[in-house]
């Protein structure tokens, strides 16, 4: 599956953005990781075939992941942003359950304080 990501950019912390992410096809999962220089990549949120969602500890309750099933496409709604939530984010995806994640291009969020 291809996968093109969209959104992210420049806001001051407290602030909000979205992200998006369009699918070639139907997937199994997606969702989004993010990495900082010098850090592993670490997952964000997933929305699994269903509706099923999950997320990281550190953006519960401030992060919303859903789908839009008829467009493929994925949105991270992020809100309350922190400084910390400054990263490269990565949409991810997958076709079927135990493929291989493909992954889109990243995109920058950046998060002022």
């Known amino acids: 599956v291809q996968l093109q990501a969209s959104g992210g950019g420049l806001v001051q912390a407290g602030g909000s953005l979205r992200l998006s992410c369009a699918a070639s096809g139907s997937t199994y999962v997606m969702g989004w990781h993010r990495q900082t220089p010098g850090a592993q990549r670490e997952l964000v949120a997933s929305?699994?075939?269903?509706?099923?969602?999950n997320y990281a500890d550190s953006v519960k309750g401030r992060f919303t992941i859903s789908k839009d099933n008829a467009k493929n496409t994925v949105y991270l709604q992020m809100n309350s942003l922190k400084p910390e939530d400054t990263a490269v984010y990565y949409c991810?995806?997958?076709?079927?359950?135990?493929?291989?994640?493909?992954w889109g291009q990243g995109t920058q969020v950046t998060v002022s304080s």
């Open positions: 929305i699994y075939v269903g509706g099923i969602t």
């Open positions: 991810h995806g997958a076709h079927r359950f135990g493929a291989a994640y493909s």
